[in-house]
């Protein structure tokens, strides 16, 4: 099993264990597969501090996603806003009940 890692865990770890760097293309499919990853532990987090953290991981994975692809924060936030401007947020609690069209 290969599973993307943090750059200091090579180095946490005991000799035992075995890394190796992976293609760019690689590393993109892993950074996909890691953001599914920390999503799941998000959905799992039962304690606030337990959130927190999971949160901040899938903060990192973003971040790595976004360096990979050479797309800034300040780009993806700006969307984001444009978006909240179009759609508005999740802050009313909504939820569609029947689907008339794809969002």
């Known amino acids: 099993m290969k599973k993307l890692v943090r750059d200091k865990i090579p180095d946490i770890l005991s000799n035992d264990a075995q890394f190796e760097i992976l293609s ?10 890691k953001i599914t990853e920390e999503a799941q ?9 337990n959130l927190v953290e999971e949160l901040g991981d899938l903060e990192e994975v973003i971040r790595a996603i976004l360096d990979d692809a050479s797309i800034n924060y300040e780009e993806m936030d700006s969307l984001r806003q444009a978006k909240i ?7 009313q609690k909504f939820v ?8």
Do not use: C, H, W
């Open 24 to 33: 760019n293309e690689d590393y993109r499919k892993s950074l996909r597969d």
């Open 41 to 49: 532990e998000v959905k799992q987090a039962e304690t606030r501090a």
């Open 85 to 91: 401007n179009q759609k508005g947020k999740f802050a």
């Open 96 to 103: 569609m009940i029947k689907p008339d069209e794809e969002l």
